[in-house]
C-alpha cells in the first residue's frame, strides 16, 4: 500500500488529529525511511477534554497539549512544525493568508505527499478549514511541482457521496505504534478512548475495539483537473 | 481545580469588583455532537478578554452546581453550571463546568491581566 514517497507533509489543525486519523500510515512511511513533517494548526487551546480525571483547564491546556504533540512526534519519529493558529478560530481566518502560509513551507519541503482532511467532509470546522487552506496551497504551485494529495474524510455520507477511498492503509501490523501516539495525547486520550486504563482485561478489549474503528486509514486522492 | 468552595469563590469574586477585569466566557457541547447523535445540536459561545468593570458579583447555588453573575454599569455576565474553581498562581479567578468524563461546559474566568490570546 505504502508506495515510496520522497516525502510527506501531513497538515491538520489539532494535536492528536495525526495521532486517530493517519498515525498507522505515518508509522509505515517511517519504516521505509520516508522523512515526514507535520504541520499542525493550533495547540487545540480550546479543547473540552481535561484529561479525565481533569489535570488541565482553559487556560492550561494549550501548554499541556503542546508537550502532548511534541511527544507524540517523537513516537512517529517525525519533524514537527506548529503553525500558531488558534483552535476554533481557522475558519475566520482568511483562506488565502493560510493557503499562502503552507504553499510558503511545500515549497521550501518539496514533499511528494500531502495528507490533509477533505474540505467539506471532515466534520470539525477547523477541519475544513485547513484541509481547504491545504488544498488550496497546493493548487497554487506549479503543476509541475505539485505533491499528491490525500485527503481524509469523516463525514457520514462520504461514501455514498463518493464510493470508497482509493486509499485504504490497513494499519493494524502497526497498531501498536499508533496506539502509543494516540496515549501521547493523554489529556484527550482518556476522553476519546474511554476507560482504555481500567483492568488489564477490560483495556485488552478495548484496544480490540479501537484496533476494529481506529484499524484502517483511508484517503481520497484529490483531483486537481 | 476543586469542587466549588461557596465562600472563597466569593471572596474572589468581591477582590476582582469595581476595578477593570479581563472575562472569559465560553459554553460549549462540542464540534461533534450531531456527529455522534443526529438528533443533537452543536452550540457553543466564547468571548475571550471582555474588558469590564462589575459593580458586584454573586455565586448562588447548590448541590455541587451554581451560577455566577456579575452586574454591570448597564449589562450582566452570567454563567451557569459551574463546579469547580481555582485561583491560579496569576491570581486569576478560573471556574468552570464539566460533565461527568471531565469534558468542560461552561467556563467563566476573571483576570486583571489580559488572558493569553
Known sequence: MIALEKHVVVIYPHPDDEA???SGTITQFRQEGVPVTYLC???GEMGRNMGNPTFANRETLSDFRRKELIDACNVMDVELRMLGYRDKTLEFESRDEIAKHLKNILEEIE?????????????????NAMGAAAIEAVKQMDPDKRPK?????????HVKLFGEPDVINNVKPVF???MKTIMAHRSQAQGVLGSMNGSAEAAADLEEVAKERLGYESFYTWNFD | MEPIHIEEVQKQLDRLANKEVYVHLETTNGAYASHFNENAYNVGAFI???????LH?????DNGTYRV??????GWVYAEGVNQWELDEQDRLLMAGHDREGRLMVALEISEQPFKN
Not at chain 1, 494529495?149 to 455520507?157: E, G
Not at chain 2, 475571550?48 to 462589575?54: L, P, S, T
Open chain 1, 20 to 22: 486517530f486519523g493517519a
Open chain 1, 41 to 43: 494548526g493550533t495547540l
Open chain 1, 111 to 127: 514533499p511528494s505527499l500531502v495528507i490533509t482532511h477533505y474540505p467539506g467532509h471532515a466534520v470539525h470546522p477547523d477541519h
Open chain 1, 149 to 157: 494529495v490525500w485527503a481524509q474524510a469523516i463525514s457520514h455520507d
Open chain 1, 176 to 178: 501498536d505504534q499508533k
Open chain 2, 48 to 54: 475571550r478578554n471582555a474588558k469590564v468593570n462589575y
Open chain 2, 57 to 61: 458579583g454573586k455565586i448562588v447555588g
Open chain 2, 69 to 74: 453573575g456579575l452586574k454591570l454599569d448597564n
